[in-house]
């Protein structure tokens, strides 16, 4: 099992960067993927960007170029780094986990969803 607090969120101004990150802490030997969801007011929650146990990464075409997940070598620590951030941008957002064996990817046949979630970050981006 573990916890998950996010940081770094704030209100910035169009075209500004944030990096959120995701403290990990509890029983890391598992191995575990971690994922970047966000909810906008009013919108339903999406994934943005995932790193399966293995290093594989990806983020969604809408954020394709701008933002990028990744970790610290000593795997306790996710990031979510956004560039040329947009007013579309805002949001609360989350970071997950998924037991080891899983995908973090929500697109993936086998994707069954995440076992921890954090309590989330807002961003604001102003025009």
């Known amino acids: 099992q573990v916890q998950l607090v996010e940081s770094g969120g704030g209100q910035v101004q169009s075209g500004e960067f944030l990096r959120l990150s995701c403290a990990v802490s509890?029983?890391?030997?598992?191995?575990?993927?971690y994922a970047w969801f966000r909810q906008a007011p009013g919108k339903e929650r999406e994934e943005v960007a995932f790193?399966?146990?293995?290093?594989?990464?990806s983020v969604v075409n809408s954020v394709l170029g701008r933002f990028t997940i990744n970790q610290n070598d000593a795997k306790n620590t996710v990031y979510l780094e956004m560039a040329d951030l947009k007013p579309e941008d805002t949001a609360t957002y989350y970071c997950?986990?998924?037991?080891?064996?899983?995908?973090?990817?929500?697109?993936?046949?086998?994707?069954?969803?995440?076992?921890?979630w954090g309590k989330g970050t807002l961003v604001t981006i102003s025009s």
């Open positions: 509890g029983n890391l030997e598992r191995g575990y993927c």
């Open positions: 790193i399966e146990t293995t290093g594989t990464a």
């Open positions: 997950a986990a998924a037991d080891y064996g899983a995908t973090c990817d929500a697109t993936n046949d086998y994707y069954y969803g995440m076992d921890y």
